[in-house]
């Protein structure tokens, strides 16, 4: 599955996923969206890529670091995408790109999930090609800060306690 071209219900499902939700995809009058059962009342309407107060809240609680960055569009204009990061991660380091913030949180969100494994997948989508996660992310970032995010990875994920004596 490419992440990067998950959009719309098809990414509000899959975040859902991510979320613990019980989710379902469902089409209305030609139009999708993600729902998800509530227990006790029933169920509700999931659009995180729409709602910045549900992507924030899956920042804030997944500790993603999430900026602005200009760069020029393929007409010379400038414009500004966002860069949602899993920087405190231990079991995941990534990062994805988007116009919308909210989209690069859903994306990294879902992308953590695969990664570490805690997605059941169904059969349908396991016939889809690699389960690999491309970032276009990278190519945004110049030489330094694609550095800079490496070291901080590199930093988090190694053991210091070799450098700790114990009394």
Known sequence: MNFDELKGAELDYWTARAE?????????????????????????????TKNSQ????????????LYPHPCLDETGIQKTIWLAEAQMNRRYHGMFT??????????????????VG???????????????????????LTDVQAEQSYFRWRARSTNHSEYFHHV
């Open 20 to 48: 613990g939700f019980i989710a379902e995809l469902r089409t209305m009058y030609g139009q999708s969206y993600c729902r998800i059962d509530v227990v006790p009342s029933g169920y509700s309407i999931y659009e995180p």
């Open 118 to 140: 805690e997605i059941e997948i169904g059969a349908a989508a396991a016939r889809l090609p690699d389960h690999v996660y491309e970032s276009r992310a990278l190519r945004f």
């Open 54 to 65: 549900l992507a924030a809240d899956i920042a804030f609680r997944c500790k993603y670091t």
């Open 98 to 115: 988007d116009e919308s913030p909210q989209i690069a949180i859903c994306r990294l969100r879902v992308a953590e999930q695969f990664a």
